[in-house]
């Protein structure tokens, strides 16, 4: 198990800002590839951004030059900053553990999920 915990969520203008959280109780984030993810009310989960055990990142294509994706080895967390935010960005976000290769933008290739945490964006 890898207990994983969001933070960072709210409430925000578009064109504003986010800095989500994750951090892995008892476990080093390096150690492993990880995630986000999100889920907006009737959809299905999709990607947003991976990061390998190597820093190599990857990215959807809708937020591509807004997001980033980074890893600190000192406070042991996975972060997305998240700028240039739009409404359609308002979704419960996820963080998770892929442990085994496999496609990063498959939800279904991870293993440990976050309990996720509300990012809402406001016109």
């Known amino acids: 198990q890898v207990p994983l915990v969001e933070s960072g969520g709210g409430l925000v203008q578009a064109g504003g800002s986010l800095r989500l959280s994750c951090a892995a109780s008892?476990?080093?984030?390096?150690?492993?590839?990880m995630g986000w993810f999100r889920q907006a009310p009737g959809k299905e989960r999709e990607f947003v951004a991976h990061?390998?055990?190597?820093?190599?990142?990857y990215y959807a294509d809708s937020v591509k030059g807004r997001f980033t994706i980074s890893r600190s080895n000192a406070e042991n967390t996975v972060n997305l900053q998240m700028n240039t935010l739009k409404p359609e960005d308002t979704a419960v976000y996820y963080c998770?553990?892929?442990?085994?290769?496999?496609?990063?933008?498959?939800?279904?290739?991870?293993?440990?999920w976050g309990q996720g945490t509300q990012v809402t964006v406001s016109s």
């Open positions: 990061i390998t055990r190597s820093g190599v990142t």
């Open positions: 008892g476990r080093t984030v390096s150690s492993y590839a």
């Open positions: 998770a553990v892929k442990r085994y290769s496999g496609s990063y933008y498959l939800h279904s290739q991870y293993d440990y």
